[in-house]
């Protein structure tokens, strides 16, 4: 799905679920969408604050937690300050750079059935599941290489 197409679609899905459509929360699902490095709040509120003289960072903290109880955006809180969202079209994982914290989403397909495979094997009933990869991304390891000359 192109992400004008997810935007159409998670529109029609606020409209049935009878949330009124405002250009701001139309403006904060399509940076969602077509942002995928999992924005935090503040970043997306200095990304819409010339489009939206008006908007304040409440409201885009408001509308991101409407979006993660509708089921669209997945708030990521990893220990650091602030939350990261992240618009969720399919379930995917997260890479973790433990050097400049950047994240990359991982579609790994063997995963899907973890939730049936937990609920066979331990007879809980899983309501969620998020996995979390830890290490070092390729431009941090390059830096740090060539302040210490180990290779990483």
Known sequence: MTSHHLVAHSIEKLKRAHIRITPQRYGILEYLIENDNHPTADEIYQALSGRFPNMSVATVY??????????FVDEMNYGDASSRFDFTSAQ???AICEECGRIEDLYYPGLEDIGEVTTTLTG???KRHRLEIYGICPEC???LEEQTGDRY
């Open 124 to 126: 809980f009933k899983v």
């Open 62 to 71: 408001n509308n991101l937690r409407l979006f993660t109880k509708v089921g």
């Open 92 to 94: 995917h994982y997260h």
């Open 141 to 143: 390891q390059l830096k």
